[in-house]
């Protein structure tokens, strides 16, 4: 644990350069060391914890004067920025803030993922009491005091104030976290002083927002990867879940776009990153999108074979499907297995500490030719006509996606025109998936044509109808790509980074 000295001077400068309302936190912090001291039976509680739950509850709204709709996890981001070190306190109280509004997916954030065992439930718990304090002062009024009463190790909370019964009504919303990780919510009793107000606004927005730091060419190339990648592993837990439920075929392929993103997001950041832990990231990710693959490819096959009136193909689709079923499984068990765990826990390290990272280079020192040079490799395809052969297709599909991804890296930078940029290459690379499915599929019904000869032969013939219309039609969506006015645009992007 660092010194309470050093974290009191780290939150001061956070307060003030984010034009924090001290009213609301002070409020807020205080509520928290109430609780906190009213639990500190807890023997896995050092007084260092009890320095970070009040730095956390300082700081649950430093991202508020950023970006209020999503504060919680533009507060953790400037956390960590400002951290003067990669150290477990740090991690915690970005923990803290990007948890304690919002349903609290844990399970989602790269802060908790990145700690060990202890220091996680520790985070969690911390969270928890920052939640509920936060809700104790959701009128903004700093009005509703509390009382504590332990009784046989659940809390008695009685509160007073004019506003008392909203706020306490929010704090034992909020307790939803408490329940997990410290025990049953605490028992609420009200007794309001004066005009009990029963609506009133939640959180005020800022009417002078702060602008992104991150959305300038200034920023270190390192830090806005971080940044990135952090989102991408939110997005990369929250399909995992969705996929272990199976309720809905778009889950896997959701995962796999979440791994694609990653491991474009680790080859652009090459240049910056520390090379091992990068390349471990990248295998385990890699190791994950071919355990995907092999779902989403027969989902995609079933729903092509299902959607189709053509009789015969039963006994196919009924094989594709028990092999589909099969492969979830596979997926499923290393969704779940400890490997995937330690690999999760090594990617977040990577996205949360700046270890390791070379943070000089500017993100306009990078961008501009990694953007170009993407953009070129995908027009290398185009040798006065496109290819013909499937293979050439494939790798241009997968240049596509290069570039697709380098300017979504940028995407804060660049903001609403990326749109006129990343719409034609969308729909490119929507036309060359479409054929890319029908190669896919004849490599995976090839091992069952004995099932239905006939039926699988009609079935391949209409396929192959349709990859002859989407070839023909291919030209006329790469033309806008190949155009000056594309290429004039992205210069002129490129130019403002």
């Known amino acids: 644990m660092g010194s309470a000295t050093h974290i009191t001077d780290y939150v001061e400068t956070l307060l003030t350069e984010y034009r924090v309302d001290r009213a609301h936190a002070r409020q807020v912090a205080d509520h928290a060391l109430t609780l906190f001291d009213a639990l500190q039976a807890n023997p896995s509680w050092s007084s260092e914890a009890r320095v970070l739950v009040e730095a956390g509850a300082l700081l649950h709204n430093v991202g508020l004067t950023t970006d209020p709709p999503e504060h919680h996890l533009v507060g953790r981001d400037i956390v960590l920025r400002h951290a ?95 329940e997990r990780v410290i025990g049953p919510r605490p028992e609420i009793v009200v007794q309001s002083e004066g005009t009990v107000v ?56 959701d995962l796999r776009v979440a791994t694609r993103r990653i491991r474009a997001a680790l080859r652009l950041l090459s240049p910056v990153a520390p090379a091992k832990a990068a390349r471990r990231a990248t295998v385990a990710v890699r190791t994950l999108a071919r355990q995907a693959s092999a779902t989403r490819d027969r989902d995609v096959l079933l729903h092509d074979m299902t959607g189709r009136d053509m009789s015969g193909l039963e006994p196919v689709i009924e094989a594709i499907r028990a092999e589909r079923m099969a492969a979830h499984a596979e997926l499923v068990n290393y969704l779940s297995a400890k490997q995937y765990e330690r690999e999760l826990r090594a990617l977040a390290q990577l996205a949360c500490f700046s270890e390791g990272w070379d943070n000089r280079p500017r993100v306009r020192d990078h961008a501009g030719s990694m953007l170009y040079a993407h953009y070129e490799a995908l027009r290398s395809y185009d040798r006065d006509g496109l290819p013909e052969d499937e293979a050439s297709l494939h790798a241009m599909r997968i240049a596509g996606k290069r570039l697709r991804y380098a300017l979504e890296l940028v995407s804060d930078i660049v903001g609403e025109r990326l749109g006129d940029l990343l719409q034609p290459l969308i729909d490119f690379q929507d036309h060359l998936g479409a054929l890319n499915d029908i190669s896919v599929a004849r490599g995976l019904l090839a091992p069952h044509t004995d099932r239905a000869p006939a039926a699988v032969a009609g079935y391949l013939a209409a396929r192959e109808a349709e990859w002859a219309a989407l070839r023909q039609e291919l030209p006329e969506c790469w033309n806008v790509l190949a155009s000056s006015t594309y290429r004039n645009h992205l210069l002129t992007v490129i130019g403002d980074l």
């Open 84 to 178: 003067p070190g990669d150290t477990t306190d740090h991690l915690i109280i970005a923990a803290i803030v990007a948890l304690h509004r919002r349903k609290p997916r844990f399970q989602l954030e790269p802060t908790v993922l990145c700690l060990n065992k202890r220091s996680r439930k520790l985070a969690l718990q911390l969270a928890a009491i920052v939640r509920v304090a936060d809700g104790f002062d959701y009128s903004q009024t700093q009005t509703t005091k509390i009382q504590v009463l332990n009784r046989n190790g659940r809390l008695s909370l009685v509160a007073t104030g004019p506003h008392a019964a909203v706020d306490s009504e929010r704090a034992l919303a909020k307790a939803d976290l408490w």
């Open 198 to 253: 029963e609506e009133v606004p939640g959180e005020d927005e800022p009417t002078d927002t702060l602008p992104y730091w991150y959305a300038s060419g200034t920023v270190p190339f390192a830090e806005l990867g971080r940044i990135v990648l952090r989102r991408q592993i939110r997005r990369l837990q929250q399909t995992a879940r969705a996929v272990k439920d199976d309720e809905t075929i778009e889950a896997v392929h």
